[in-house]
């Protein structure tokens, strides 16, 4: 059980103009886990490195039970890192592999030897010990480097995109593997994922970088719903937004005057709906009419491409509820109040 | 087609054979034989005179045979020193002017060794390294450690680093990382290019004879003495002395080696 802290870790590669990290404060509680959620190239792998100490910061500090570990070498943190593609030792044994750490820590054999059948226990391969690592299939290699990871009882479990080299099927099952061990070993865990799903699912509390700075850090739900910027709207998933003003309670723009439901200050402000939120037909609030521009069948759900006076919605609609809709015709939509969030006012540029 | 192509495949085979093991059989024939001169088919006398005065210590044959090793090894541990950190560095990363750095390496191999003995003997004789074993084992570097670079640089484009920080993450040293990860990983290349290095080194005339002077005899340097004299007998068993360590070294790495090569037949098939 340790609480990770990170303060105001900055960190730019030699001979790159942007910094890989910039400002970065976060806080880790004891014993959860904690998604680090964000596009490719938003300086999640590098936060994790920085903890594991395969690189050093230019700038903050970071600290274990509010102790810094800065100064430790890798091997001294107690951070363990779990990559994406595996990375078994390809010249030893799958009990081999399991045991390295407890061999490099001088670990009698015997106590070794019992430790890692418990383990290979833990994730049904028992049998796989005199295996070589290179005969095993991708996701046996995973549950392998987990509970290699595992073994060594590390103070901070240090995920990389662990289900992304997996095929589908055996993604959710190496999902629930993870939380399991995570519950039970109660090992404060970060997850690096660009998968928002992944991260709902998984994760205590989510939080989402972009371009090396920390966006947003919250419960799941809340990061999904109340997104803190235009980007975080967008890698969620949102692609409305609407220039107006909050006036004691109501939204006045383009789209005319709406309820809203939560309260936000008056003044400036940037109204966004998630797509799926967007109703069809008549409601007693925040009704429009809409004209049809575009429709789209995408499998479990319709994309409709709707136009209200200048502004475009869109909204992800189940496919019967889209029979008989053509471009053109005009349609009743509605915005539930509770859908309805407003991004402070100043931050359409950076989207 | 098929069977054509296993009959040619299995006559080059043979010849391959009979063309290293057909300069042995006079040779081996000549260490035993007394008098055997044309147009005689067979010697017309056995003996073992040969054999027993190249084992003597009046030959100087166990003398030149211990130097030979000593710097045919040193050699080779040296070019492991520097070929494996330099290997490491251009299989690894990509830097400005590394083809630069590649073209440099593999200089000494299109210079003719006398050119570089040449060059090199100047610079020796200044330092005090002539008619040395230290500057022997120096100046065979030259043609040595291109190959083990070269080696060392393919082995590392195919290593992922990231092994070893999984390693430290796990919580092994730098040293045991480096024991336990990199070196079994490396060991092939590591075994290939020492048999390299080796043997190169084992075969080098010009650059000893210039730079040691004649005080340096390894036994090329003898062999050539006795077969300038006309002693054929002597001749005859010194070269089979001479081509036993590299014979003794195929057999000890073939395992490691041909499990490379039989992988690289693999990825040529595919």
Known sequence: MTQVDLFRLGLTYPGRAVAALEDLTLSVKSGSMTAILGPSGSGKSTLLKLIAGTIVPDRGDIQFDAGSILSLQPEQRGAVMVFQDHLLFPHLTVAGNVGFGLRMRGVARQQID??????LDKVQMADFGPRRAASLSGGQQQRVALVRALIVQPKVLLLDEPLSSLDAYLRSEMRDLIIALQRETAVTTLLVTHDQQEAMIMADSVALMMAGRLVQ???PDVVFQRPASIAAARFFGARTFVEGTVQAGRFVSSLGVLDLGASFSDGPGILTIRPEAVQLGQDAENTLAATLRSRQFMGTQTLLRLAVGPVELEALVPPDRAVGLEPGCAVQVHLPRPALWILPKGTLADG | MKGWGRWFRNAARGLLILWSVAALVPLGIWSFARGWRFPDVVPRTLTLDAWRFALSDSSGVLGSLWISIVISAMVTALALIIGLPAGRVLGLYRFRGKTMVEAAVLAPLILPGNVIALGLHGVFLRLGLTNSVAGVVLVHLVPTLPYMI???????ARYDPAHEQQARSLGATALQTLWHVTLPAILPGILVGSLFTFLISWSQFVLTLMIGGGRVTTLPLLLYGFATAGRNDLTGAIAIIYILPGIL??????????????AIAHAGRA
């Open chain 1, 217 to 219: 850090h919250d419960l």
């Open chain 2, 249 to 262: 070294a195929v057999l000890a790495t073939v395992r490691h080696v041909s499990g490379r090569s039989a």
């Open chain 1, 114 to 119: 019992r430790a890692v059948r418990d383990m």
């Open chain 2, 150 to 156: 070269l080696v060392m640089a393919g082995v590392f």
